[in-house]
């Protein structure tokens, strides 16, 4: 949100509109508002320079500290799949880059992210900053404890693979709130939404990704 307006004139906006129409799409990606999000966000800013040339691949990509990028379609799918509404507060867990926090600020009021290494919560914290998400907080802390002291939360997006729904998420969700959260074994997992309305949890489940292991009070074992 509010991000430069060079945003869509400089380098990357051609490869950053042909990836929006084959990687999003044309895999059904519906959500306009989504797809928008993800035609403005400048993925290269969010890459070592090693990797700004392969920064519109349909892949992730290598950060710091043994982390990747998510791929731009599973950032796109989780968002659309979180159905993230102008007024909404947002959390998300897992920072990594700073990227996905980037189009949820263009989704959502507001966007809470948290990160475990302290390394690239500052770089991340820095890049929005530079970028000028100005709706963007970066948390260095253990993201399956939630975030109690800004709770509660619209939208819930875990970045990394979880063995269960961490509870102190459930706590932290509004009424009509969505957690949208890989789920299973370290190395694979099957997308799923939870949606808490009138007390009570309903389950979802969407397609199998790979992500990074959630390592946490509530998640893995380092
Ligand atoms: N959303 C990121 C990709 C995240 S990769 C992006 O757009 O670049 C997953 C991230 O989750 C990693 O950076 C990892 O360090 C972090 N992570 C794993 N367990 C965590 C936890 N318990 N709390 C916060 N972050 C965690």
């Known amino acids: ?7 869509s004139t400089d380098s990357g906006s051609a ?3 042909a990836m929006v129409q084959q990687q999003l799409r044309a895999r059904g990606i519906r959500d306009e508002r989504v797809l928008a999000a993800m035609a403005q966000v400048p993925r290269e800013e969010f890459v070592s320079e090693e990797c700004r040339s392969a920064a519109y691949q349909d892949s992730s990509l290598p950060i710091d500290c043994g982390q990747t990028i ?3 379609f599973t950032v796109a799918f989780m968002c659309q799949l979180a159905s993230i509404g102008e007024g909404d507060r947002v959390l998300e ?3 990594g880059s700073g990227y996905a926090a980037a189009v949820l600020s263009h989704l ?19 890049r929005l900053s530079r970028l000028g998400y100005s709706n963007v907080r970066v948390h260095t802390a253990d993201g399956t404890e939630g975030l109690r002291r800004y709770a509660p939360f619209d939208a819930i997006l875990v970045a990394a693979g979880a063995r269960t729904l961490p509870q102190p998420l459930v706590d932290q969700l509004t009424g009509g709130g969505r957690i949208v959260i890989p789920l299973g074994p370290k ?25 990074v292991p959630l390592i946490g ?4 074992q380092e």
């Open 217 to 220: 009070q509530h998640g893995w």
């Open 187 to 211: 190395h694979g997992q099957i997308m799923a939404r939870f949606t808490y309305q009138d007390g009570q949890l309903t389950k979802d489940s969407f397609g199998a990704f790979a992500f």
């Open 70 to 72: 998510s791929q731009p």
């Open 93 to 95: 867990i897992g920072t």
């Open 1 to 7: 949100m509010k991000a430069s307006e060079s945003e």
């Open 15 to 17: 490869a950053r509109h």
């Open 108 to 126: 959502g009021h507001s966007v809470d992210t948290v990160e475990r290494y302290p390394a690239l919560a500052q770089q991340a914290t820095e």
